[in-house]
């Protein structure tokens, strides 16, 4: 069952170009092993409001990276912020 991942916090409007930036540089990366995407998604009314929203192949693949070490929380932490994680179940799609 495929599981997705919601890392969530507050930019610093004065980082979010480079967190921004930060992110796009890690699309040279090879994804993690049972990543299948990644998106970096903005709230549409507060500007420093981002959720970098990944689908894992299953919870095994996402155990293996362990969430302190995803880059994605580095991200936030190199902005200076403790991202929110939370992970869901993939119950169906279309």
């Known amino acids: 069952m495929e599981v997705i991942t ?3 916090g507050n930019v610093p409007i004065s980082k979010i170009k480079e967190f921004e930036s ?3 540089n890690l699309k040279q990366n090879e994804k993690p092993e049972g990543m299948i995407a ?3 998604i903005q ?10 929203e990944t ?3 299953s919870q095994e693949a996402l155990d293996k ?6 880059e994605v ?10 991202p929110t994680i939370r992970a869901y179940n993939m119950v169906n799609n279309f």
Do not use: P, T
Not at 43 to 52: E, L, N, P, S
């Open 55 to 57: 689908v894992w192949v």
């Open 65 to 70: 990276m362990g969430n302190e070490q995803l």
């Open 43 to 52: 709230d549409a009314d507060r500007k420093g409001r981002f959720i970098i």
């Open 22 to 24: 930060d992110y796009e």
């Open 73 to 82: 929380v580095e991200l936030f932490e190199r902005s200076g912020i403790r």
């Open 38 to 40: 990644s998106y970096l």
């Open 6 to 8: 919601f890392v969530e």
